[in-house]
């Protein structure tokens, strides 16, 4: 399965490497995980303001794991490389110490989007060489040994501020009534959000409502790529829904052809981005309606994914009659 998320995929190696226990209903939470748009209309996969607090609770219900938040926002950066110092050299072998580095700045590491600044989730450990730490990057699939400072380099980056640590000694087995309640809090079946904001970022550059400049367009869609890659989560749910109830998904003709339909989600967002850019290069208002018919297509396209998921997940419920779903497990609201 291809990892869409950083902060998800470092807390969920911990759940994989736990036998019995199944880290994919956590990818619930992803498809329409939470994106920022500024006041410039210019979207952004992360803000400064973001502290993954709804996926840090639902973590906790599901896996009975508290993430606690070891970054302290009113300190400075050099206070809290000292603190990550500390808790990586101290690390007891069941804890995890996730940071947010600047990728950018590690240019040994493949940055895939060629984003800069590029913050991304990271965790961390000490090795026998006080020089060099361990990295782990499980939404890269990437570990290995680099230089403690070159690290702390990428970490001092402006563009890069949190840390997590959470132990891995009491994973619990996750009851279907947590499953059901999460699957309920972040199915978002009458909207697209992801979608709405491109199309709301579209019009505030061209159009009738247009307040924001059309050359201005460009860098408001730059992030589309790293954002579109989290429907991909789709096929997590699918996987663990079918294979929940005793059914194959690998090589199940239905679920292959939803995965190509999840593949082509995912592809047409980066077309939506290319004729875009078309758009502003060429300066033809005509282009529009080909853009906006792309967008259109889209939410086809997501809703009829999204019904086949809802669809899978009352047979699903059938498989546990006396389920009662609770969308009150967790006093937090529905997922952003």
Same mark, same amino acid.
């Given at each position: 399965?291809? #990892?869409?998320?950083?902060? =998800?995929?470092?807390?969920?190696?911990?759940?994989?490497?736990?036998?019995?226990?199944?880290?994919?209903?956590?990818?619930?939470?992803? *498809?329409?995980?939470?994106?920022?748009?500024?006041?410039?209309?210019?979207?952004?996969?992360?803000?400064?303001? %973001?502290?993954?607090?709804?996926?840090?609770?639902?973590?906790?219900?599901?896996?009975? =794991?508290?993430?606690?938040?070891?970054?302290?926002?009113?300190?400075? #950066?050099?206070?809290?490389?000292?603190?990550?110092?500390?808790? =990586?050299? %101290?690390?007891?072998?069941?804890?995890?110490?996730?940071?947010?580095?600047?990728?950018?700045?590690?240019?040994?590491?493949?940055?895939?989007?060629?984003?800069?600044?590029?913050?991304?989730?990271?965790?961390?450990? /000490?090795?026998?060489?006080?020089?060099?730490?361990?990295?782990?990057?499980?939404?890269?699939?990437?570990?290995?040994?680099?230089?403690?400072?070159?690290?702390?380099?990428?970490?001092?980056? &402006?563009?890069? /501020?949190?840390?997590?640590?959470?132990?891995?000694?009491?994973?619990?087995?996750? &009851?279907?009534?947590?499953?059901?309640?999460?699957?309920?809090?972040?199915?978002?079946?009458? %909207?697209?959000?992801? %979608?709405?904001?491109?199309?709301?970022?579209?019009? /505030?550059?061209?159009?009738?409502?247009?307040?924001?400049?059309?050359?201005?367009?460009?860098?408001?869609?730059?992030?589309? &790529?790293?954002?579109?890659?989290?429907?991909?989560?789709?096929?997590?749910?699918?996987? *663990?829904?079918?294979?929940?109830?005793?059914?194959?998904?690998?090589?199940?003709?239905?679920?292959?052809?939803?995965?190509?339909?999840?593949?082509?989600?995912?592809?047409?967002?980066?077309?939506?981005?290319?004729?875009?850019? #078309?758009?502003?290069?060429?300066?033809?208002?005509?282009?529009?309606?080909?853009?906006?018919?792309?967008?259109?297509?889209?939410?086809?396209?997501?809703?009829?994914? #999204?019904?086949?998921?809802?669809?899978?997940?009352?047979? *699903?419920?059938?498989?546990? &009659?006396?389920?009662? =779903?609770?969308?009150?497990?967790? /006093?937090?609201?529905?997922?952003?």
């Amino acid at each position: 399965m291809i #990892k869409v998320h950083c902060f =998800v995929s470092c807390v969920c190696e911990i759940i994989k490497r736990t036998p019995g226990v199944d880290h994919r209903p956590f990818y619930f939470g992803v *498809w329409d995980a939470d994106f920022s748009v500024s006041d410039e209309q210019v979207l952004s996969y992360h803000s400064p303001h %973001t502290r993954h607090d709804q996926f840090r609770e639902w973590y906790r219900l599901l896996y009975g =794991v508290t993430i606690e938040s070891w970054y302290n926002h009113q300190q400075s #950066k050099e206070a809290n490389i000292d603190r990550l110092i500390e808790l =990586v050299e %101290t690390r007891p072998s069941d804890r995890q110490v996730m940071v947010m580095l600047d990728l950018y700045r590690l240019p040994e590491r493949e940055n895939k989007f060629h984003q800069n600044p590029f913050p991304h989730y990271v965790m961390l450990e /000490a090795t026998e060489d006080p020089e060099q730490w361990f990295m782990s990057d499980p939404d890269f699939r990437w570990e290995g040994v680099l230089p403690k400072d070159r690290i702390l380099e990428s970490v001092r980056s &402006p563009a890069a /501020a949190g840390g997590f640590c959470f132990d891995g000694l009491d994973i619990q087995h996750t &009851p279907a009534e947590t499953v059901a309640a999460y699957f309920a809090q972040c199915m978002k079946a009458e %909207t697209n959000p992801f %979608t709405d904001a491109l199309r709301q970022i579209l019009h /505030a550059h061209i159009g009738p409502d247009a307040r924001q400049p059309l050359a201005n367009l460009p860098r408001a869609f730059r992030e589309i &790529p790293v954002m579109a890659i989290r429907k991909y989560a789709y096929e997590h749910a699918f996987a *663990w829904l079918l294979e929940d109830q005793g059914r194959t998904a690998e090589g199940d003709p239905w679920f292959e052809a939803l995965c190509e339909d999840i593949d082509r989600l995912v592809k047409t967002y980066t077309q939506i981005q290319y004729r875009a850019l #078309k758009l502003v290069m060429s300066g033809n208002a005509a282009l529009l309606s080909g853009v906006e018919q792309l967008l259109d297509e889209q939410d086809q396209r997501e809703f009829s994914i #999204k019904d086949s998921l809802q669809g899978l997940f009352a047979e *699903w419920q059938q498989q546990h &009659p006396d389920l009662t =779903v609770n969308t009150r497990t967790s /006093a937090l609201e529905v997922l952003p």
